[in-house]
């Protein structure tokens, strides 16, 4: 006698569990914040732009013939001073030299003289500029200590970011 074949019963659809160990909830490491963006160096400005007075500039502007740069705050216009001295390079002695380098104060006045500082503005750089040196011990004005005979390039490097971090934790 023949027996009919025996169907088998319907899988489970429950998968059985791995024999691989659980991972576990991957953990969120803390990242450090990001560094803020350097200040763009402005392009060096047009012949215009160097030659029409600031007040000639503004009536332009009042009319709506001219766009100047927005002004900057303090750090950033710290940022955009040390910008330029790595671009342009960096001097002792004089505010320009005949082949365009500069000293921190010829940077600052390059940066008012184009628009993108205001004197209010440059004038709280100029304070956190002396405080930062203040901090350092040293009591002379920035111009001067600038001028020492062995001061070197990265100590004014240094300067100029320490006094950009001090404006940005007073909001500025």
């Known amino acids: 006698m023949r027996t009919a074949p025996t169907i088998p019963p319907q899988a489970s659809r429950t998968a059985t569990p791995?024999?691989?160990?659980?991972?576990?909830?991957?953990?969120?490491?803390?990242?450090?914040?990001p560094r803020p963006v350097p200040a763009p160096?402005?392009?060096t400005p047009s012949w215009s732009?160097?030659?029409?007075?600031?007040?000639?500039?503004?009536?332009?502007?009042?009319?709506?013939w001219w766009q100047n740069p927005?002004?900057?705050?303090?750090?950033?216009?710290?940022?955009?001073t040390l910008a330029?001295?790595?671009?342009?390079?960096?001097?002792q002695s004089v505010d320009v030299t005949p082949t365009g380098r500069m000293c921190v104060r010829g940077a600052q006045n390059l940066l008012?003289?184009?628009?993108?500082?205001?004197?209010?503005?440059?004038?709280?750089?100029?304070?956190y500029m002396q405080a930062a040196l203040a901090q350092a011990g040293i009591g002379m004005q920035f111009f001067t200590w600038n001028?020492?005979?062995?001061?070197?390039f990265p100590a004014v490097e240094t300067l100029l970011t320490h006094a950009a971090r001090l404006?940005?934790?007073n909001g500025e």
Request: glycine share 6%.
């Open 18 to 33: 791995s024999a691989a160990p659980a991972r576990p909830a991957p953990t969120r490491t803390p990242v450090a914040a």
């Open 41 to 43: 160096v402005p392009e």
């Open 49 to 64: 732009h160097r030659f029409l007075p600031a007040t000639v500039r503004g009536l332009l502007a009042d009319l709506g």
């Open 70 to 80: 927005t002004p900057q705050r303090p750090s950033t216009h710290l940022e955009q």
């Open 84 to 91: 330029l001295l790595r671009r342009y390079g960096w001097c």
């Open 112 to 127: 008012q003289k184009t628009g993108h500082v205001t004197p209010a503005a440059r004038e709280r750089a100029v304070e």
């Open 147 to 152: 001028d020492l005979p062995d001061q070197q």
């Open 167 to 169: 404006a940005r934790q």
